[in-house]
Structures are given as structure tokens and as C-alpha cells.
């Protein structure tokens, strides 16, 4: 195997780019910075570690299990950072990914009234932080399984998301993610709505 430090090319390159790389990290902001910082670490270990993970001699991850990510350092407005998330799928041991719908947390004081039409309230989950939780569906993703921090093993204890969560995270993926179905449940709505404007001139007056 070629390996980049036997090529002066790329050996080359590559202190180019940590060169330009750590003249944007000394400009960012100290806790911005301290993050990144951080993250390298990981990606580091995660770089070392990927060649001889068995993903199979972690425990199965099935739908509904709640599990702890690093979705680590990510631009704009991309989730990133140690969250709780969902298992959307039944996943086999051997997939080196699990498909997930991070989870976030009221701070104190906030209600969900500050949740973004997209987020759904689930509220208090036993097993989890004990905070208002809250589903971010519009950021449904893959991700390895290197970066589940827990549970890992068979006997670790694992925390459900109920399944009526499960279902209105579903129903919202299809709203976000597939033309048809948005189609056919905006006009169920209308013509919900229709119907209950109908029932309203129905009724007799009061008079």
C-alpha cells in the first residue's frame, strides 16, 4: 500500500493545508477554537480506529433504541457534538452505519414554544437527561457506528423511545423528504378542514 508520506507530492500538500487550516483555527473564537481543537483529536482516533472495527461485536441496534452520538464539528447549522439520538431502522450487527434522528433538550426555563416547525416535542424520557427532549427530523443521517459512545455492548441498558414518537417522526420524514406523500397529506388536510368549516355553518344559531 502507498502510504502519503513516501510522496513528496502529497507530503507536500498536506503541510499546506495544515498550514492554511491552522491560520483559520487561531482566528476563531476560544471556545469555537477549544471545540475544533477537540474534535481533531477524535476524527484522529476515529481515523485509527476504522481499520479494524468490527461493527459486528457492538450490540444490535433496533428501532426506537435511543443511543449517544458525536456528531462532531460541523459547518453552519449542521448538528454536531455529543447528542442523544433514535435508531430509525432495524440495523443489522454487521452495518458499519446506523440511520438516526438526533434528539435535542429544552434548557431551563425554555418551553416548545421555541421549537422550529420541523422539531417535534416528546417531552421527558426515563433513562435519558431528564430534560424536555425535542426530535430534529430535518437532520435525519447516517452515521458510523465508531461514533456511539453508548450503548455499545449487549448488557448496556437501553432506552426506548415510545412508539408513538417513532410514528409522528416518521410521518414527518415524509412530509420533508418525499413530494408525493406531502402532496396527498396537504390535501387530506384541506379537505379535513373543509369538513369541519362545513359542520361550523351547520349549526344552528343560538338566536
Not at 459547518?75 to 454487521?94: Q, R
Not at 465508531?146 to 417522526?169: A, E, H, N, S, W
Request: net charge neutral; aromatic share 10%; hydrophobic share 35%.
Amino acid at each position: 500500500m502507498s502510504l502519503i508520506k513516501n510522496d513528496a507530492h502529497w507530503l507536500s500538500t498536506m503541510e499546506s493545508r495544515f498550514a492554511d487550516l491552522q491560520q483559520t483555527i487561531e482566528n476563531m473564537g476560544l471556545k469555537r477554537g477549544q471545540k475544533f481543537i477537540e474534535w481533531m483529536k477524535t476524527q484522529n482516533q476515529y481515523l485509527q480506529w476504522e481499520t479494524g472495527f468490527e461493527p459486528s461485536k457492538l450490540r444490535k441496534y433496533n428501532r426506537g433504541d435511543i443511543i449517544y452520538v458525536n456528531f462532531g464539528f460541523n459547518p453552519g447549522s449542521e448538528i454536531g457534538g455529543l447528542h442523544y439520538a433514535v435508531v430509525m431502522d432495524d440495523n443489522e450487527k454487521s452495518n458499519p452505519v446506523v440511520n438516526v434522528v438526533p434528539l435535542g433538550s429544552l434548557e431551563s426555563g425554555q418551553t416548545r414554544d421555541v421549537l422550529h416547525k420541523h422539531e417535534i416535542y416528546i417531552g421527558t424520557v426515563d433513562g435519558m437527561n431528564q430534560k424536555e427532549a425535542f426530535a430534529i427530523p430535518n437532520q435525519f443521517q447516517p452515521v458510523s457506528k465508531l461514533r456511539i459512545y453508548r450503548p455499545r455492548k449487549g448488557t448496556d441498558i437501553v432506552v426506548k423511545l415510545p412508539g408513538q414518537f417513532m410514528d409522528m417522526i416518521d410521518e414527518k420524514i415524509l412530509r420533508l423528504f418525499t413530494r408525493r406523500y406531502s402532496a396527498a397529506i396537504a390535501q387530506l388536510e384541506t379537505a379535513q378542514k373543509s369538513v369541519a368549516s362545513g359542520r361550523e355553518n351547520d349549526m344552528p344559531s343560538s338566536e
